[in-house]
C-alpha cells in the first residue's frame, strides 16, 4: 500500500498567531512576530513567550468542560473542531470506529502539575484535585479528542519532543496506508509555558534573552539569533486516503507525500554537527515520496532561531538540496511551538502548496554569513510542487514530511 | 445551604447555574466520581466533613445540600 495518496482536506490551528487557519496565515505572510514579555515569567531569567492571544476556553468549549482539561488539551480540541469542519465533515454523520486520533505532545501538562504540586506542598495530600492526572497525561490529548468527536478508531499520543507534531502525522499517514481506519485527526499541541519549565529552558541556555526587544527575539537564520522563543498552541490536520476524498467528493488541500524519521543518536540536545540524522530523513522522506532532491521547491524548516541548529540544518540543505529551494521558518512569527511545532508548520506547508505563496522568515534581518541557502525575508509568490517541513526533537530525534500539491 | 451549595458547583466546578435546581440528579448536573471528590475537597477546606461517596448517595442536588448541613459545624 503506497502512503503517496494520503490527502490532507482539513486544517485547524490555535497559535501564538492566532485562532483559526486565516488569521494565522495573514499573520505569518505579515512577518508578523509573537514574542513578547510574559507576565507569568516575572520572577524567571527569561521573560519572552509567544502566547496565543485572547484564548477564551470556557467560551470556546463551555465552561465545565475548559474546567476538565488542561490547557494543552483546549488548545487540540478547539482546532481539531476548525479542521473537521473545513473538512467537510460530520461527526454527527460519520463512522467513528474509523477515525482514528494520532496527535503529537512533548509535555503533556506541566501547568497542571505544578499547580497541584503547589497544593500539595501547601495544603496537603486530601487537597490535590481528582482531575490531576486526567488533566495532565499526554495521552489524554487523543482520549479527550475521542471523547469530543465520536472518534472510536486507533487513538494515541506519539512523543518525540519538538518533532512529535511531524512524527504525529507520519505515524497517522502510516495508519491510513495499512486500512486501520479510514480518516486520521492528526496533529500536535502543547501548552509548555511555565515558571518550571522555562526556567529549566533558560538553563539550558536554549531561549533567547533578547529582553529589551522581545518581539524580534525569535529570528530564525539570522547573525544575531541567541536562543528560541518558547510558544503554545496547536494544529490538527484530516487525513484520508485520496481514493476516499475523491469518492465523497471532498477537496483534498495537498498530499502528504512521504514522511523520513531518523534518530541522531549523539547528544541529547545537541544535534549531529554533520547532519547525518537530518539528511536520512530527509532522503526518507523523498524516497518515499518518489520524488528526488531537486524536485523540492520549499522547506519550512525547523528553524528554531538558535545558533546550533540553524547552522547545521542549513548546512544539511545545502548539501543535500541541489535545487536551492526557498527556505522559510515560520518560527520567527509563531514562536517554538515544541510538540504542536511539526504539525503547525506541515498546515502551513500545506497552505504554502495550495495557495502558491511561501511565507517570510519574521525578523531576519541579516542572513548569518556562515549560512548559504535562500532564505524567504517577504511572502514570496512562488509555484510549489512538493516541499519538505523538517523537525528536530531533543534527543536527536527527526522527523521531515514532504508535502505535495494535490 | 442550598444556596451555597450552587455557589461552589458554578463558581468551582464550572457547571451551568441554570441545571442547578433542587430537583436535579447527579447526570442531570454531570456529577461524576471525580466532581464528587472535587466537592468534597472544596467543602472541607470550609470545615464539612463529607466523603465524596456520600455525597454520591445523595438522590438529588437538594438531598446533597441537605446531607452536607447535616455535617456543617456551626462556624
Known amino acids: 500500500m503506497s502512503r503517496h495518496d494520503i490527502a490532507v482536506t482539513g486544517l485547524g490551528l490555535v497559535t501564538p498567531s492566532g485562532i483559526g487557519v486565516e488569521p494565522n496565515w495573514a499573520a505569518v505572510c505579515d512577518g508578523r512576530p509573537s514574542a513578547a514579555h510574559d507576565p507569568l515569567l516575572k520572577d524567571n531569567p527569561v521573560r519572552i513567550s509567544c502566547r496565543v492571544p485572547d484564548f477564551e476556553p470556557a467560551q470556546l468549549l463551555g465552561g465545565r468542560r475548559a474546567h476538565r482539561l488542561d490547557r494543552f488539551t483546549q488548545f487540540a480540541l478547539v482546532a481539531a473542531r476548525e479542521a473537521i469542519t473545513s473538512a467537510g465533515l460530520d461527526i454527527a454523520t460519520w463512522d467513528g470506529a474509523r477515525v482514528g486520533v494520532v496527535l503529537g505532545c512533548a509535555a503533556g501538562g506541566p501547568g497542571t502539575v505544578e499547580e497541584q504540586h503547589l497544593i500539595l506542598t501547601e495544603k496537603g495530600p486530601a487537597s490535590v484535585s481528582p482531575l490531576l492526572l486526567p488533566m495532565q497525561l499526554p495521552n489524554m490529548l487523543a482520549g479527550q479528542t475521542a471523547i469530543e468527536f ?23 499517514s502510516d495508519l491510513l496506508a495499512l486500512d486501520r481506519c479510514d480518516i486520521v485527526l492528526a496533529g500536535g499541541s502543547e501548552a509548555m509555558i511555565t515558571p518550571l519549565v522555562m526556567a529549566g529552558f533558560a538553563q539550558m541556555g536554549a531561549l533567547s534573552r533578547r529582553e529589551d526587544d522581545p518581539a524580534a527575539a525569535s529570528r530564525p537564520f539570522d547573525a544575531d539569533r541567541d536562543g528560541f522563543v518558547a510558544g503554545e498552541g496547536a494544529g490538527v490536520l484530516v487525513l484520508e486516503r485520496a481514493d476516499d476524498t475523491r469518492a465523497r467528493g471532498a477537496r483534498a488541500r495537498a498530499r502528504v507525500a512521504g514522511y523520513g524519521a531518523s534518530a541522531d543518536a549523539h547528544h541529547i540536545t545537541t544535534p549531529h554537527p554533520e547532519g547525518t540524522g537530518v539528511e536520512s530523513a530527509i532522503r526518507s522522506a523523498l524516497a518515499d515520496a518518489g520524488a528526488t532532491p531537486g524536485d523540492v521547491g520549499h522547506v519550512n524548516a525547523h528553524g528554531t532561531s538558535t545558533p546550533l541548529n540553524d547552522l547545521t540544518e542549513a548546512r544539511v540543505l545545502r548539501r543535500v538540496l541541489a535545487g536551492a529551494p526557498l527556505v522559510t521558518s515560520t518560527k520567527g512569527a509563531t514562536g517554538h511551538l515544541l510538540g504542536a511545532a511539526g504539525a503547525v508548520e506541515a498546515v502551513f506547508s500545506v497552505l504554502t502548496v495550495e495557495r502558491g505563496l511561501v511565507p517570510p522568515t519574521a525578523n531576519l534581518r541579516t542572513l548569518d554569513p556562515h549560512i548559504d541557502i535562500d532564505v524567504a525575508t517577504a511572502a514570496t509568490p512562488r509555484k510549489i510542487g512538493l516541499a519538505l517541513s523538517n523537525s528536530f526533537g531533543f534527543g536527536g530525534q527527526n522527523a521531515v514530511l514532504a508535502i505535495a500539491a494535490a | ?14 457547571m451551568p447555574p441554570e441545571h442547578i435546581v433542587p430537583e436535579a440528579t447527579k447526570e442531570d448536573i454531570e456529577l461524576d466520581s471525580l466532581a464528587a471528590v472535587e466537592l468534597s475537597v472544596i467543602l472541607g477546606e470550609r470545615g464539612i466533613t463529607i466523603s465524596d461517596d456520600e455525597l454520591l448517595e445523595a438522590a438529588t442536588v437538594g438531598e446533597m445540600a441537605k446531607l452536607i448541613e447535616s455535617r456543617s459545624t456551626n462556624l
Open chain 1, 150 to 172: 465520536g472518534a472510536t478508531g486507533p487513538n494515541l499520543v506519539v512523543a518525540t519532543a519538538c518533532a512529535s507534531g511531524a512524527t504525529a502525522i507520519g505515524t497517522a
Open chain 2, 1 to 14: 445551604m442550598f444556596e451555597n451549595l450552587k455557589e461552589i458547583l458554578v463558581l468551582k466546578l464550572k
